[in-house]
């Protein structure tokens, strides 16, 4: 065996020690599988550190000390390769998300701007040699959220608390970037669009689950406003509404540009969700991102909930709670969508259809082919007044949303009721006669003393026919032979010891007062309480009063407990109470009464409108127990 010579021995010894102070000695250690996937999951947005493909691309250029160091010099160097590789990919995704991380730790807004604008070339490469990243390459997602998130703190205010669209010339650390921006953008129909919120800035709570439409843009909660107050409108949006909007700056050639030095030229566009959910990107479709139940949450934020559901109930409610319009909707109207009409219980108000609406709303076949509308009232009032309100508030609805007739789809309303909600929805598909009227008055209502205001508000209330643009009904813990809760005398007492007279009945309890021995009752205004007492005359008299043939019925139960369904209860209403027929369908839920948000239900609600619609249930029928 031939010696080594000494001064091989020493060559190979220093590169052993250089090898050493360098890199360590190569191993593996074996980890918890979730220890390794966060490891190779990171990235700027997802743990504000650079990705594994970032860390390569510094490292494979040198600048991985130099970019701790001289973080702006390092970024200028690999802008200036990937100008020379003509918009190498990997530089570029590495530019997008060093740029980000820049910027949130010096506190540069152009470099955020540049971080969007990197990414963007990323995403869509145009036809300049450089490769577009495949689909299953998880730098694609991660590029999206890296411009969305970049592209929302571009837009925001000075103190951050808001984003401002707009347009202009903007700074970039390798030059500048031309926006156009188009104020009328901000005009929706009738109202206009302010207040911008960045939606994936906000937690969400209350609601179960939170949907998130996975796209391009930067997801928004806007406010909506009348351009005229004097004028509001046909529509009958919320007032305070958060509307589901996405900005998109879409940069033209961004990476031809950027590779041949050219000055870039950009268009911010603001897309309401329910006008779109896509825009065209170098002739693709791309989906845009939205945050739906964000902006949900949002619109309840600060709500007087309690305020309006409690004094609401009492008929106490004052300031702009009591000016709350009775029909609400939560888009402008657009025809050919079919009205959704959702109807609270008592002491109830329209946040309690908030997960099921969320729901819903997640569904693409249904928000296409639905329009969601609310009604709001004070839940003490007698039924019969309630739904009187209802009435005509969706007569007057389709009137002025559809003067001609054109539209059918209002023709095939749907109208879901909670508790004593089903019992206003019920007032609505009945031909009462004077069914109602007998009930509670031993004379014909012409033989009656009263001034014409009177005879024409019980006429018009205890008189009633089928509205002909409701198509479906689906009742909801309804209890359609009352409620044991309400018959309890000590719960009626007390709720006539704070009940206010709702202003509309004063003259006509004075005026029946002038009728001595004429009702049935000594109290001449019922409450809704007395209404579902199962004893009262009212609500004895409307559960022997079918649903007209014409409407499709169908119902859902609740039942606490595991015991049998027939002896069961909710809590506030009997099984034995709720169920009706004939029915459609009818599904019992183990809940207890405000089972409004239960996935049972909202699933069962999914179904039934789909079916309404035509489209595949995809679960059957629905089990009877």
């Avoid at 008929?315 to 029909?327: E, N, T, V």
């Avoid at 109208?415 to 929805?425: A, C, D, F, N, Y």
């Avoid at 205890?462 to 813990?477: A, D, K, N, Q, T």
Wanted: net charge positive; with cysteine.
């Amino acid at each position: 065996m031939r010696p080594v010579p000494r001064r091989r021995l020493v060559l190979l010894g220093a590169l052993g020690l250089a090898l050493a102070a360098c890199a360590g000695p190569v191993s593996t250690v074996r980890v918890d599988p979730e220890v390794a996937l966060r490891d190779l999951g990171r990235s700027a947005i997802a743990t504000g550190k650079a990705s594994l493909p970032t860390r390569n691309v510094l490292f494979e250029h040198g600048l991985f000390e130099a970019f701790d160091k001289r973080p702006e010099a390092a970024i200028a160097e690999l802008h200036r390769r990937m100008v020379a590789s003509r918009g190498n990919q990997d530089l570029l995704f590495a530019l997008a998300e060093l740029s980000l991380l820049h910027a949130r730790a010096a506190a540069k807004p152009d470099y955020h701007l540049a971080a969007a604008v990197y990414a963007y070339a990323f995403l869509f490469p145009e036809d300049t040699g450089g490769a577009a990243p495949g689909r299953f390459d998880p730098r694609l997602r991660s590029a999206a959220d890296l411009y969305n998130r970049a592209l929302t703190v571009s837009l925001a205010s000075g103190d951050g608390s808001e984003i401002v669209p707009r347009g202009g010339t903007f700074e970039l650390p390798f030059g500048r970037i031309e926006v156009a921006f188009d104020p009328a953008s901000l005009r929706a129909g009738d109202r206009e669009l302010y207040r911008f919120i960045p939606a994936g800035e906000l937690k969400v709570r209350g609601l179960a689950m939170r949907y998130r439409w996975a796209g391009l843009g930067a997801p928004l909660a806007a406010s909506i406003r009348p351009i005229d107050a004097s004028k509001p409108g046909r529509d009958m949006v919320a007032p305070r509404v958060q509307v589901p909007v996405t900005a998109v700056l879409l940069i033209a050639e961004a990476r031809r540009a950027l590779v041949q030095g050219q000055p870039l030229a950009g268009r911010l566009e603001l897309h309401l969700v329910w006008d779109e959910e896509s825009v065209s990107v170098a002739g693709e479709q791309v989906p845009l991102e939205a945050e739906p139940s964000a902006a949900l949450a949002l619109t309840f934020t600060g709500a007087p909930v309690i305020e309006v559901e409690t004094f609401g109930f009492l008929g106490r409610l004052s300031g702009l709670p009591a000016k709350r319009p009775p029909l609400v909707s939560t888009t402008p109207y657009k025809p050919g969508l079919v009205p959704v009409v959702f109807v609270h219980g008592t002491q109830s108000s329209v946040v309690r259809w908030a997960e099921m609406y969320n729901r819903l709303q997640a569904d693409p076949d249904i928000r296409g082919r639905y329009q969601f509308w609310f009604f709001q009232y004070d839940s003490g009032n007698p039924i019969a007044l309630s739904a009187f309100r209802l009435r005509e508030a969706l007569v007057g609805a389709v009137a002025r949303l559809d003067p001609q007739g054109q539209d059918a789809a209002l023709r095939r309303m749907v109208l879901i009721g909670h508790s004593q909600g089903g019992l206003l929805v019920k007032m609505q598909v009945i031909s009462s006669g004077d069914r109602i009227w007998n009930a509670a008055s031993r004379k014909p209502l012409n033989e009656l003393v009263l001034s014409d205001q009177t005879r024409e508000l019980l006429q018009r209330g205890l008189f009633v026919e089928p509205l002909p643009e409701v198509s479906r009904v689906v009742f909801i813990c309804t209890p359609h032979r009352g409620s044991f809760v309400a018959g309890r005398n000590i719960t009626a007492n007390l709720f006539r010891r704070f009940w206010a007279l709702p202003f509309a009945l004063t003259g006509m309890a004075a005026d029946l007062a002038r009728n001595p021995g004429a009702l049935r009752s000594e109290m001449i205004v019922p409450s809704a309480v007395d209404n579902m007492a199962p004893r009262h005359h009212f609500i004895r008299t409307l559960q022997e009063i079918p649903v007209a043939p014409s409407v499709t019925v169908n119902s859902i139960i609740a039942v606490k407990g595991d015991g049998p369904v027939e002896q069961g209860d909710d809590g506030v209403v009997q099984y034995s109470s709720a169920h009706v027929e004939p029915v459609e369908s009818e599904l019992v839920v183990r809940s207890n009464h405000s089972t409004q948000g239960t996935p049972h239900t909202v699933e069962e609600v999914r179904r039934i409108l789909r079916l309404h619609a035509g489209v595949d249930t995809g679960t059957g029928a629905p089990a009877a127990r």
